[in-house]
Structures are given as structure tokens and as C-alpha cells.
């Protein structure tokens, strides 16, 4: 980590779980000055994600809409203190490695140019076109040879991570795939090889189901891992975030 304080990927063996090491971190700026709600939404006026600071953000990827001389609603930027390095050499992952370099990509959705519009607060057809945004960066991401792994994740307020109050939420593409995420997908083959069913559909027991519609439903765990976890499930056996589709983001 000395040389060049560049991100590492590392194998804990004890456990089987590979953690990620990045000193850039440290380095984000706040604008929550304590973890009290009472700083949750501090003033614009620094923001670099509103409309009219862009020249504070890292490089631009996508925007929509994408005509580049309209006002932008949603943008997907480059992270300016990533968790991963992106220009840094592609690791060849050997059975035999425990440290890898941090290479991957880490990006930022900026949900909406408004400081104190939060996503709850947007329109229905507003929050499909973030999910869109989502789909679009990746499609690009999955188009990396080395790319293994890609997260969307959304951390609210400080308590949660966030260093910053404007809504946006995050994308990571990783060159390895998660112990967790593959021991999901282990269990349910597992599942499916002795049953034939799918233990997703199978969890959709009306004591369990919070919500519905036409292509998701919504549930609370049989076996939740902490408090207020839910699942929303799409109706349809697709593997991939990327496949959904316009018409059902709303």
C-alpha cells in the first residue's frame, strides 16, 4: 500500500471474503458536521453536485437527457475519491492470489440538479429514468473482460456513509465477485438442483408479502438480518439488474 497508496483488493483466508483497501477514502470531504438530523440537508451553495457546479465534480460518463446543451436531470460521474482505480493495470485473478490490485471502477449517480430533492420526493417516471441511468453505466461496465462483480448501492444520511446530503447514489464494478453475493447464487443452485424450484418465488407467501404490482413484489425475509430488511423481486426469472426494461421501471 506504501507505494503509490493505491487501492488493494486482499483475501482474507480465515474467513474466504475478499476486502477492499483504499486509502482515497479518506479523503472525501463532508458536509455533515455531526450525525445529528439536524445537519442532514446543509445549504447548496457548495454543493458540487447542483446544477451549476459541475466544474467541482470529477469527469462526466452519461447524463440524461443526453443532448449535452439541455438541462441535465440525472448525471453518472466519475468518483473523485474512488475505492477503486480505474486506470491502474486489469489483475489477472489466480486461484493462488491474496492480493490483488484495486482495479474497478467506482462512479456516482447524481439522482436529480435539485439540493433539497431527495429520490422519495421524485415522480414515479423521475425514479425510473435513475433506474435507467443505472442500466445504462451497467451495460457499459459489463463490457469490461475483467469486470466480475457490479453493485448499485445508495447510502442516506451520515449515520448510513453518505458524505454528502444531495441525493445520488453509487455504482462499484469489481474484478472479483463478493463472498457473499457468490454464496447467494451458490445456495439458491443448490436449491434448485434438489427441488427444481426457485426459493425466491417460493418465499412470495402472503404473510411475508408487504407489496406487489405487475412485474415485482415486495417481502419482508422469513429469516431478516436486521430491522425494516425487505426484498423487492421481479415476477420474471431474469439474472441481471440490465434487463429491465422502460416499461418496468415505473
Known sequence: MASGRNPEIRKDRVNNR??????????????FKSKSPANANPTQSKCPFCSGQEHE??????RFPTNSSSDWKIRVIENLYPALNRDIQDPTTD??????????FHDVVIETPVHSVHLPDLSPGE????????KKRIE?????????????FKNHGASAGASLSHSHSQIMALP????TAAARLCNMKEYFDQTGECN????????????????????IPLAASYPFEIWIIPRDHC????????DKVI
Not at 465534480?57 to 452519461?62: D, K, Q, V
Open 57 to 62: 465534480c470529477a469527469p462526466e460518463i452519461l
Open 95 to 104: 486461484s493462488q492470489d491474496y492480493v490483488l490490485p484495486g482495479f474497478g
Open 176 to 179: 472479483i465477485v463478493p463472498s
Open 239 to 246: 439474472s441481471h439488474f440490465h434487463e429491465i426494461n422502460s
Open 18 to 31: 475478499w476486502v477492499l483497501f483504499s486509502p482515497a477514502r479518506a479523503k472525501r470531504p463532508s458536509d
Open 127 to 134: 425514479i425510473g429514468d435513475v433506474i435507467l441511468a443505472y
Open 200 to 219: 425466491l418465488c417460493e418465499d412470495q407467501s402472503k404473510t411475508l408479502l408487504i407489496d406487489e404490482s405487475s412485474h415485482f413484489f415486495s417481502i
Open 140 to 152: 457499459q461496465l459489463s463490457l469490461v473482460e475483467s469486470i466480475e462483480y457490479i453493485q448499485v
